[in-house]
């Protein structure tokens, strides 16, 4: 069985620093895109953000997503809140294209390249892992707004 050297040992890996919760800079890192969410139900427009700016370096270079789901079909005959579960879905997509300066024409909408930038509000959530059933926390992205 093949058998690999590290450089240090496993039980000496440090954690990920989380930021704390507050508003940072951030830049669109990655090209928006459009993926399959896990369960194979639909897809999710896909945006990623990293921290930069920061006085504390340790939260500078922070990668956080936010997965949008797309609407389908089906979803203009469901109804969540009063509404149809599609208007929700477009409402949220709607919101982060006018944060962070993209445009809508009618049923389409475009968001910008890598390299925009934009505020991120930050919290710290809680999660079960599901390999070892732990709680462990996290970083998400409440609010994207656009940069002063």
Do not use: C
Request: charged share 25%.
């Amino acid at each position: 069985m093949p058998e690999f050297k590290m450089i240090k040992g496993f039980d000496e890996i440090q954690d990920r620093v989380l930021l704390e919760p507050g508003t940072y800079h951030a830049v669109l890192s990655e090209e928006p895109s459009e993926q399959s969410n896990k369960a194979g139900t639909g897809s999710n427009l896909v945006l990623q953000f990293e921290t930069f700016g920061d006085k504390n370096p340790l939260f500078n270079n922070q990668n956080l997503t936010v997965w949008l789901a797309m609407p389908k079909p089906e979803d203009a005959n469901e109804m969540k809140y009063g509404r149809s579960v599609a208007d929700s879905k477009m409402e949220r997509i709607l919101n982060m294209a006018k944060a962070l300066g993209g445009n809508i024409k009618g049923s389409n909408v475009t968001f910008p390249s890598v390299g925009k930038k934009v505020r991120i509000q930050v919290s710290k959530d809680t999660y079960t892992d599901e390999s070892t059933g732990e709680t462990r926390f996290r970083n998400s992205i409440s609010q994207v707004l656009p940069e002063k």
